[in-house]
């Protein structure tokens, strides 16, 4: 902040070269380089509105999602953002009545145009839900390369390998690899959510997004998550709703804050924690609300 | 949109209150123990002197529980936004005010020491510096409290004055000092309490300067100069 009034008006004002300031001063530098604004955004959301029926949920939302960056969409009930991501890989079409407006670019090509086949824009944004939800009758094995057999995938060497890397991913192939062949629903609630995530990761997803992936579990579950998130995205990149706005500020780089619908306010997630710019985020994120 | 001030927490919202009032009240304290340790001084009343130098306790007693109360409050409701920077600065606030408590003992030190010989001159600038200090923490504290930048920055600016008069006090104490060796130590102390009083309002200044980043977020602590606005 205070680099800010020093770079708006050179000369007048300096900062004291102290190892306090300069060491800042470099990290500012790095963060710059490496700043996804040079690398181009994985997700363009341009003038989104989305509809149950005749009621419009949410308002043209448009933000980018950042490659290999973690995006947490926060509001409070009610507010559009699960519904917003689910548009994100076309699920929320699924819902009766469910339809969106607006442009949907991963990697620059509409995920709404005329000949995208909705599955294969699933394939490459994956999705993790609020209740882990292993396919019941499954082993852990089977679970883990469910979607990508459903690609076309057959050869065992392969499969076995995919099974290991997407559980090692999702940081439980220790903790389950002398029982893959154990049917996947009895995994503890945390492990079995780790198990979604490695299904998801195996069909090796651009994006991958995730609807409240902690809220049914307890706090070293959520933990493990969210450690997962951190490591997760040096190759994917996350977009994850949450109602916890703790996670939001523990495992994200960006938030966006939705409410009634709208996007309020959209930026670095610790600018937005300290020091928000619209006085309805200042209000949400203080818990002044109702 | 609701935007009322108040938090949805309600026990929150009295933590919150509690620690804005331990605060200006550990302020008030402060500004008590440096109008009465200068008074000390130009009474020469080492008795008060030493009432006001055990009064300490009580101030860093308030450094410590206020300190409490926002460890507590940054564990226990993980506050954000302008909460955190009230918090943040709270902490910092109470440093400085324990500092000033400190000064204000080390006044009444040298007050109880230049009692016990003959008046070297009459103190007409010690007070007016004393004065001065005291605005500005009163004047720092009230930003604080109004979340009032423009009242902060001038505080900034008022420290100017007070380095000025101790460079001038400085100047005079050496003049006595160059012209009568006798006077060396009784010179020396004043220019010490000069000195106090010129960190008395440097802390004043930081409370100011803390105060705008509360209220704006924006840091402008460590500037050769002062924006003419924040």
Same mark, same amino acid.
């Given at each position: ?57 949410? !308002? ?31 699920? !929320? ?20 145009? /005329? ?127 949450? !109602? ?15 409410? /009634? ?30 | ?5 108040? !938090? ?223």
């Amino acid at each position: 902040m205070s680099k800010n009034v020093v770079d708006s008006q050179p000369g007048q004002y300096h900062a004291e070269p102290t190892t306090m300031t300069q060491p800042r001063l470099e990290s500012d530098q790095a963060r710059q380089t490496t700043s996804p604004e040079a690398e181009p955004p994985r997700l363009v959301v341009e003038g989104l509105n989305i509809y149950y029926g005749a009621s419009k949920v949410v !308002h043209n939302v448009s933000l980018l999602i950042k490659t290999r960056k973690v995006t947490a969409i926060i509001g409070p009930s009610g507010c559009g953002k699960s519904t917003f991501i689910r548009c994100l890989n076309r699920m !929320h079409e699924v819902t009766p009545g469910g339809r969106a407006e607006g442009r949907v670019l991963l990697d620059g090509e509409d995920l709404y145009g /005329l000949n995208v086949d909705p599955v294969q824009v699933r394939r490459r944004i994956g999705m993790v839900f609020q209740k882990p939800n292993p396919f019941p009758t499954m082993s852990i094995y089977d679970n883990v390369i469910a979607g990508y057999k459903l690609n076309g995938y057959r050869n065992q060497k392969n499969l076995d390998e995919k099974v290991e890397k997407s559980l090692r991913m999702a940081a439980l192939w220790e903790e389950v690899k002398d029982k893959l062949h154990r049917p996947g629903t009895d995994l503890s609630g945390g492990q079995q959510q780790r198990l979604c995530i490695a299904r998801a990761l195996a069909v090796d997803p651009e994006v991958l997004l995730m609807d409240e992936p902690c809220s049914a579990l307890d706090p070293i579950a959520t933990t493990k998550i969210e450690e997962l998130i951190h490591e997760l995205k040096e190759t994917v990149t996350i977009v994850i709703v949450t !109602h916890n706005m703790q996670q939001a500020a523990r495992v994200s780089d960006y938030t966006a804050f939705f409410y /009634l619908g709208e996007l309020i306010e959209f930026g670095e997630t610790h600018k937005l924690f300290t020091n928000p710019e619209k006085r309805q985020t200042e209000d949400y994120i203080t818990g002044r609300f109702g | 949109m609701p935007t009322s001030m108040e !938090h949805t927490d309600k026990r929150y919202e009295e933590e919150l209150k509690k620690l804005r009032e331990e605060i200006l009240y550990m302020g008030g304290l402060v500004e008590d123990q440096i109008q009465k340790a200068v008074k000390t001084l130009v009474d020469r009343d080492s008795e008060l002197a030493q009432v006001i130098i055990e009064r300490d306790h009580e101030v860093n007693r308030l450094d410590v529980d206020i300190d409490d109360i926002c460890i507590k409050l940054l564990a226990l409701h993980q506050p954000a936004g302008r909460d955190l920077r009230f918090i943040t600065t709270g902490l910092k606030i109470t440093t400085d005010l324990e500092r000033i408590g400190d000064m204000a003992v080390n006044i009444c030190e040298r007050a109880i020491e230049l009692n016990q010989e003959p008046q070297l001159k009459p103190y007409i600038d010690i007070p007016r510096m004393a004065r001065i200090s005291q605005r500005m923490i009163r004047e720092s504290l009230d930003a604080f409290v109004r979340e009032d930048t423009d009242l902060a920055l001038k505080v900034c600016k008022d420290d100017d004055e007070v380095d000025q008069l101790n460079a001038q006090i400085f100047r005079e104490t050496l003049t006595f000092m160059l012209e009568n060796a006798q006077t060396i130590s009784r010179a020396t102390k004043i220019a010490s309490v000069s000195k106090y009083l010129e960190r008395i309002a440097d802390h004043a200044t930081n409370i100011a300067e803390m105060v705008i980043f509360m209220v704006k977020g924006k840091s402008i602590r460590h500037m050769k100069e002062l924006p003419p606005s924040v």
